[in-house]
Nanobody, 124 residues
Framework: QVHLVESGGGLVQAGGSLRLSCVHSRRTFSRYAMGWFRQAPGKEREFVAVISWSGGSTNYADAVKGRFTISRDNAKNTVYLQMNSLKPEDTAIYYC?????????????????WGQGTQVTVSS
């Protein structure tokens, strides 16, 4: 089990940028994927991005592809989500999550630990 804390959310205008951070407890002998999910008002939680332990493999939801970038710094136990060209439809609570194992491109990985979420609001 991993403890995760998100930060970096806020209110921005359309076209602006935010970078979310998620600090997570270290699993000393484990290499695991990290991901970002979001839940918009009135909608179910959806996948946003995932990154392998090494950072060599990533995947994105079509809705954010080309605008968002996931990265991680394992030395700091932190995963990031750089969000550019934000749109009002990006408004949601964003959650980071830790996978039960590493990520192999095109192969989904279950996520077992979730943060509390951080609110991102994009105005028109």
């Amino acid at each position: 089990q991993v403890h995760l804390v998100e930060s970096g959310g806020g209110l921005v205008q359309a076209g602006g940028s935010l970078r979310l951070s998620c600090v997570h407890s270290r699993r000393t002998f484990s290499r695991y994927a990290m991901g970002w999910f979001r839940q918009a008002p009135g909608k179910e939680r959806e996948f946003v991005a995932v990154i392998s332990w090494s950072g060599g493999s990533t995947n994105y939801a079509d809705a954010v592809k080309g605008r968002f970038t996931i990265s991680r710094d394992n030395a700091k136990n932190t995963v990031y989500l750089q969000m550019n060209s934000l749109k009002p439809e990006d408004t949601a609570i964003y959650y980071c999550a830790a996978g039960v194992s590493d990520y192999d491109s095109s192969v989904p990985v279950p996520f077992s630990s979730w943060g509390q979420g951080t609110q991102v609001t994009v105005s028109s």
